[in-house]
């Protein structure tokens, strides 16, 4: 078993599966997101599509709670559809995702997208990657669980939990990284969006900033632990 196989299996019986991409359930009140086993492996829909790939958009530089509230001021007000945002007004688009901060950028990027995503576009990432404002973090999102193309997400958690593991350097670059761990794991969408899951779980119960060391799971197979350079 490789090192990166070793700490999904850690994490995977430490925390079982996260449900991950939420999804907001429409009958709900009030309205929020929901985490089911079944969002990691069924097809989406194509509104699901739509909905993950701005959730995407709206998480960069914040925590998925602002996102999420931005998400449902979005259905509320019947935009969440890339007709609409396509044609939106973007002050207005940014006066309904105020909650997620940088919001007159991520309004000029969500008509940006929604008019791209009109167009039916192939799961291509130089394809994506061509849209303004989108950066590889945001297009590997929408890629991996939006249209379940095998990229592994690769964001600062991943970056600080492995390099304080041993397994890459504290400036080892974005997709460096990302080839590092896909050569170190089954090339599988389903493992792949239940690693990522995991990861973000873990950086928020253990692998904090300061990290809380004392009763994590990848204790004894990590490396910052055993140099002493975390608590
Ligand atoms: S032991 Fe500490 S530094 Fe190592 S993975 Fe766990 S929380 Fe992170």
């Known amino acids: 078993m490789t090192p990166f196989e070793s700490v999904y299996q850690t994490l995977y019986q430490a925390y079982g599966p996260q449900g991950w991409w939420p999804i907001v359930d429409r009958t709900s009140r009030p309205l929020h997101c929901v ?22 958009v709206l998480t960069q530089n914040t925590n998925w709670s602002n996102a999420e509230k931005a998400l ?4 509320e007000a019947d935009y969440l559809s890339p007709e609409a945002l396509a044609e939106a ?3 207005y688009i940014a006066e309904l995702i ?21 167009t039916r576009p192939k799961p291509e990432r130089p394809l994506f990657l061509s849209i303004w404002g ?23 958690y991943t970056k600080r939990l492995f390099s304080r593991l ?31 899951a995991l990861i973000v779980r873990h950086a928020k119960e253990f692998c904090r900033k300061t990290p809380v060391c004392g009763q ?3 204790r004894s197979q990590c490396k910052a632990v055993q140099a002493a350079s975390v608590p």
């Not at 449902?72 to 259905?75: A, E, G, P, R, T």
């Open 134 to 156: 989108l950066g590889p973090e945001t297009v590997d999102d929408m890629l991996l669980y939006a249209y379940d193309h095998p990229v592994f997400v690769v964001d600062l």
């Open 166 to 196: 041993g397994l890459c350097s504290e400036r080892i670059d974005y997709h460096d990284l990302q080839a590092k761990i896909s050569a170190g794991i089954e090339k599988d969408v389903t493992l792949y969006k239940e690693y990522h």
């Open 98 to 118: 105020t909650s997620s901060g940088y919001y007159n950028q991520k309004a000029k990027k969500l008509k940006a997208f929604s008019a791209f995503f009109l």
């Open 216 to 218: 994590c799971p990848l």
């Open 89 to 91: 007004d973007t002050a």
């Open 72 to 75: 449902v001021s979005l259905i």
């Open 35 to 56: 985490y089911v086993p079944q969002n990691t492996t069924r097809i989406k829909t194509e509104a699901e599509c739509f909905e993950i790939c701005v959730g995407a």
